[in-house]
């Protein structure tokens, strides 16, 4: 079994992959102060509640956007498991050929989902991860990374929203009953949600009429399916699609 991280702006999405599959997945804050002990201590108590003890795993991998907190993790996963962690980065192989300008600038994040997209779905592929950021990465019919589009995420848009307009409260993020809102916080709600899932459709429109090919669709991250579902093109969630790709990176390069 390996333990696999992804730490995000937001969040770190932690779980145990094994050949079987993916035995869980745990959401937690990223926390930029947070020390390797406390770090220890806190994935200590997630491999518990899910029932598997630190001995049971056999190497660990970490996937990251952010230098500060990816130095705390490491060395918290050495503490625990008794062996440096795999990080994705420069002499990292991960089988993926990536056609964009400069490689080195592609997120660990967008590699990863990448390469268990393409072992998973049928090409060529369009992959939304919503998070912090919403990325969109295009995959060509031969598995090539062609390049691909970032925004604001929905949350970081709407607190963006709500601190800049005094009248505008913070909000959950859902779908309303529909999509002409009848008081503020419905109004924003579609912002959030409908208008978000419009550009999801329109992107795939613009990417199949510019390419000339029709993808299959994958959306991850933590508001994937509460805003897939609202889209007219067919797209399949898959919110564990980084852990898996994890996995997959860390067997092409495991030695022992």
């Not at 909000?171 to 009848?182: D, F, L, Q, R, Y």
């Not at 109004?187 to 390419?211: F, H, K, L, N, P």
């Not at 093109?233 to 790709?245: E, P, T, V």
Request: some cysteine; charged content about 20%.
């Amino acid at each position: 079994m390996i333990f696999t991280i992804d730490i995000g702006n937001t969040n770190i999405v932690a779980g145990v992959v094994c050949r079987d599959g993916v035995r869980f997945v745990e959401r937690m804050s990223t926390d930029r102060i947070k020390t390797p002990l406390e770090y220890t201590v806190l994935f200590r108590a997630v491999l518990e509640l899910n029932g598997i003890r630190p001995s049971e795993i056999k190497g660990s991998i970490i996937s990251s956007v952010v230098p500060e907190v990816t130095k705390n993790v490491s060395r918290s996963l050495a503490k625990l498991f008794g062996c440096e962690p795999m990080i994705v980065g420069p002499g990292v192989r991960t089988g993926l050929n990536i056609k964009v300008d400069d490689p080195a600038q592609l997120g660990a994040d967008m590699v990863v989902a990448a390469v268990a997209s393409i072992a998973e779905y049928p090409l060529p592929q369009i992959i939304f991860d919503l998070g912090t950021a919403t990325t969109i990465s295009v995959i060509d019919k031969k598995g090539a990374f062609l390049g691909g589009v970032i925004a604001a995420g929905v949350r970081t848009a709407m607190r963006s929203l709500a601190s800049s307009a005094s009248q505008l409260p913070e909000i959950s993020i859902e779908a309303p009953k529909h999509a002409i809102g009848t008081n503020t916080i419905d109004c924003m709600r579609s912002g959030a949600v409908y208008c978000t899932a419009s550009m999801m459709d329109g992107m795939i429109d613009r990417i199949e009429s510019e390419t000339g090919e029709k993808y299959t669709c994958i959306a991850t991250g933590g508001l994937s399916s509460g805003i897939a579902m609202h889209c007219f093109h067919r797209i399949i969630c898959d919110d564990q699609l980084l852990l898996k790709g994890l996995y997959i990176v860390y067997n092409k390069n495991d030695t022992d």
